[in-house]
């Protein structure tokens, strides 16, 4: 059984950072595609925030956060994470893991959440004065 579960949130003032954690069961992150997406609040659909695609490794960003924030994956953790770092408020939302096996992104975005298969319960992350 797949799961992923998300660590590191809560609350941090405007600056601050933050790193969140998701480790990963059932699965092995070497042959996935992972990624990152957050709602914000009053939004019903998640926007991509960061994701690593299998084919090529090649990282991707919104705009919004580049240069702030950082991707990675520990293999032999089985675990991926997102460093936050000079948080501002829009930054605030419900933050998702991700793990995608089969899509094949040829280069282009993965920050879709709907090329992603399966994901973590989500964590609160505040960024506020």
């Known amino acids: 059984q797949v799961q992923l579960v998300e660590s590191g949130g809560g609350l941090v003032q405007p600056g601050g950072s933050l790193r969140l954690s998701c480790a990963a069961s059932?699965?092995?992150?070497?042959?996935?595609?992972v990624g990152w997406f957050r709602q914000a609040p009053g939004e019903e659909e998640r926007e991509g925030v960061s994701?690593?695609?299998?084919?090529?490794?090649?990282?991707h960003y919104r705009d919004s956060v580049k240069g702030r924030f950082t991707i990675s994956v520990a293999n032999a953790k089985n675990t991926m994470f997102l460093q936050m770092n000079n948080l501002v408020p829009d930054d605030t939302g419900v933050y998702y893991c991700?793990?995608?096996?089969?899509?094949?992104?040829?280069?282009?975005?993965?920050?879709?959440?709907?090329?992603?298969?399966?994901w973590g319960q989500g964590i609160q992350v505040t960024v506020s004065s």
């Open positions: 991700a793990a995608e096996s089969s899509t094949t992104w040829y280069g282009l975005s993965c920050l879709s959440e709907g090329d992603f298969e399966s």
């Open positions: 059932g699965l092995s992150l070497d042959y996935y595609a």
């Open positions: 994701c690593i695609t299998r084919d090529g490794g090649n990282t």
